[in-house]
Nanobody, 121 residues
Framework: QVQLVESGGGLVQPGGSLRLSCAAS????????MGWYRQAPEKQRELVAT???????NYADSVKGRFTISGDNAKNTVYLQMNSLKPEDTAVYYC???????????????WGQGTQVTVSS
């Protein structure tokens, strides 16, 4: 059974930093991509950042220059370094992992349970 274990959320003051981690386990297939999404109260879930197995990254415009996503393929782990945090970054952050069967090219997507990030003075 695939599990995504997230850590690193919490309460931080505006301008502060947090680092989220997500470790995926339980799949016999290779990681195709991992990423972070967030959902604020009464808003839809939105993409924050993604990274492919090859290291290609994609960021939401709202976090470019402030957040950095990185990954460790050997550990099936993704990190999100969040700097210069703003109150509008407050949300539940969800880890996303896509595994791929390299033979059939079928993809399998999984979500973590979410970790709360609150930016407030």
């Amino acid at each position: 059974q695939v599990q995504l274990v997230e850590s690193g959320g919490g309460l931080v003051q505006p301008g502060g930093s947090l680092r989220l981690s997500c470790a995926a386990s339980g799949s016999s297939f290779s990681i195709y991509a991992m990423g972070w999404y967030r959902q604020a109260p009464e808003k839809q879930r939105e993409l924050v950042a993604t990274i492919t197995r090859g290291g290609s990254t994609n960021y939401a415009d709202s976090v470019k220059g402030r957040f950095t996503i990185s990954g460790d393929n050997a550990k099936n782990t993704v990190y999100l370094q969040m700097n210069s945090l703003k109150p509008e970054d407050t949300a539940v952050y969800y880890c996303n992992a896509i595994f791929r069967n390299d033979y059939t090219r079928n993809r399998y997507e999984y979500w973590g349970q979410g970790t709360q990030v609150t930016v407030s003075s």
